[in-house]
């Protein structure tokens, strides 16, 4: 491996536990907000979710990870050292506090324990990446990568201008994303018109009163 390759390899994976800690910091929001309200999560579920983010994304495990508003600091720390070590590269190469990770690894993780909960087993989430064609030939690879792994209780979506796509490869060999067997297109002016997207909303705005409003 030439110098430029494992730089790049390298960047390929700080750049999947970047995005895989935003991903995770937002979900750990969404669990701070509801759980002032509701008594969803208890501790010992809490413990779980928190260990499979805490060992995905460390090297060396935090041990003061009490409550959700912890675990949006630590995101918070990790992408302050991921920032570091862009800006500085070599000179913190040796105090790592994050690991180089695959595409999505993080997230999955942590996800698949919440969906062993009982009121998160039938739930499907989904995440939408906007701005889409701003994203490097490399790292759009790593979504497309997302794009090929979605399925039944992870879904991963784009927004981008037409023609943003400056790659349709993924990770592995010789595969590509291709339209109706791994995405579909939709003009946003056009789906804003459709009973799908208003029964979304609908939808959307129902689940909020009931989380938020009830009890």
Known sequence: ????SRALQESTGIFNTYLSVE??????SYFAAISTRKNIIGDVEYQKIQKAYNRSVRTTPANNLLCFEDLIDDCDNILNAIEDCIN????????????????????KSVVE????????S?????????EF?????????????????????LI?????????FKTYETNSV???????????YFKFENLLETAEYKNTLKSICEKRFTMFLIN
């Open 1 to 4: 491996m030439d110098t430029n």
């Open 23 to 28: 991903l995770c910091k937002e979900l750990f």
């Open 88 to 107: 500085y590269g070599e000179q913190i190469a040796d105090s790592l506090i994050f690991r180089i990770t695959s595409a999505g690894s993080i997230f």
């Open 113 to 120: 324990e919440i969906l062993k909960l009982a009121h998160f």
């Open 122 to 130: 039938d739930v499907t989430f989904r995440v939408f990446i906007d």
């Open 133 to 153: 064609e701003s994203l490097c030939e490399w790292q759009q690879k790593q979504v497309n990568t997302l794009i090929k792994q979605s399925n039944s209780y």
């Open 156 to 164: 991963y979506n784009i927004c981008m201008k037409i023609n943003g």
């Open 174 to 184: 010789n595969e590509i994303i291709q339209p109706t067997h791994d995405y579909k």
